[in-house]
């Protein structure tokens, strides 16, 4: 029991997330501006510290912006006519996220600029990552896009993280076993690996969690990804 109510919790948050997509187009933006970070974050030699300082500075952006969401509902939900303190709490909390806004573009100024000086880097080289970096950017990179397209085809019953356009175990299954396949030489692992991913793929559908369309675009999307951070960028 206790397993399927940590189940349902978890349900319960992704569709927050993703309600939270839908319902506010600047939530939006921090999210394909979190792509966009997370994809340039492979193209300069960046030490694990500052990854650490970048990543924490975007996910705090975009947290605060579901808070303040979340409060500006609240409010609408307790009263529609004009009040002086429900407009004072609403700005507090835009306030907050303009703030964690601001030292994003900070903390990335910081990172960026010598690695963008023109008259330092006349031509930005593509620098090759460690292999563990660039496997977590692929695998966020994954369940970023699941999220948009999650968010985007929601159905409308059940929670966003049942069924949908795209099957997010494949994507991920996908995902890993094309990133073994890059990194490994032995053939049998990387047969094995496909095969644990077909299993997972196969595992859906027999479920009836997700259709075999939606699971091959799942399978799709996470080779498509792990080649794309491997063999383009990395």
């Given amino acids: 029991m206790k397993v399927k109510e940590f189940i349902d919790s978890f349900n319960y948050a992704i569709s ?68 002086p303190l429900a407009r004072v709490v609403k700005d507090i909390s835009a306030g907050a996220v303009l703030i964690a806004t601001f030292n994003a573009v900070i903390v990335g100024y910081l990172l960026f600029y010598d690695r963008l000086n023109p008259f330092k880097d006349l031509i930005i080289l593509k620098i090759k990552n ?16 699941i999220i948009g397209f999650k968010s985007k085809f929601y159905k409308g019953h059940g929670t966003h993280f ?16 094309t990133i073994i396949s890059v990194i490994s030489e032995s053939l049998l692992i990387i047969t094995l690996s496909f095969g644990l991913a077909l299993l997972v793929a196969e595992s859906r559908v027999e479920g009836k969690i997700h259709s075999l369309l939606e699971v091959v675009l799942g ?12 063999k383009v960028i990395g």
């Fill in 16 to 83: 927050g997330i993703l309600a939270a997509l839908k319902l506010e187009k600047s939530l939006r933006v921090h999210y394909i501006a979190a792509i966009t970070v997370m994809i340039a974050s492979t193209l300069f030699n960046l030490s694990r510290i500052e990854f650490m300082i970048l990543l924490f500075a975007v996910v705090l952006v975009v947290v605060l912006e579901m808070v303040n969401t979340a409060i500006e509902k609240t409010i609408d939900m307790i009263t529609r006519e004009y009040h």
């Fill in 130 to 145: 460690s292999e563990i970096h660039l496997t977590f950017v692929a695998l966020l990179l994954v369940v970023l896009l």
């Fill in 162 to 177: 049942q069924g949908g356009i795209v099957s997010g175990h494949s994507a991920v299954a996908f995902c890993i076993a």
């Fill in 219 to 230: 399978g799709v999307l996470g080779i498509l990804v792990g080649i794309f951070i491997f």
